[in-house]
């Protein structure tokens, strides 16, 4: 059984930063595409960061410059640093781990930005 779970979510204040982890079982972490994505209060998900196998990273306008998806294949595990966090990115964050016709998500974790 496959699974995604994220952690690293929490409270911070404009301008913190946050470390978000995706820890995946029951997949070869390291052939799939990681890819993290958002979802506010009342607006639809968003793309936020891809990471692929091959290890080519791609990010949204809104955070390019303040994430940074990497990867750790021996630990199966994703992650998103994020930095000058901003009350626009409050939202809760998952992951996904896509490969062909399979697609596996996480449950979510909350972060919220404000002082």
């Known amino acids: 059984q496959v699974q995604l779970v994220e952690s690293g979510g929490g409270l911070v204040q404009p301008g913190g930063s946050l470390r978000l982890s995706c820890k995946g079982s029951?997949?070869?972490?390291?052939?799939?595409?990681m890819t993290w994505y958002r979802q506010a209060p009342g607006k639809q998900r968003e793309w936020v960061a891809a990471?692929?196998?091959?290890?080519?990273?791609n990010y949204a306008d809104s955070v390019k410059g303040r994430f940074t998806i990497s990867r750790d294949n021996p630990r199966n595990t994703v992650y998103l640093e994020m930095n000058s966090l901003r009350p626009e990115d409050t939202a809760v964050y998952f992951c996904?781990?896509?490969?062909?016709?399979?697609?596996?998500w996480g449950q979510g974790t909350q972060v919220t930005v404000s002082s």
């Open positions: 990471l692929t196998s091959a290890g080519s990273t």
């Open positions: 996904n781990a896509a490969r062909s016709q399979r697609d596996y």
């Open positions: 029951g997949i070869i972490f390291g052939i799939y595409t």
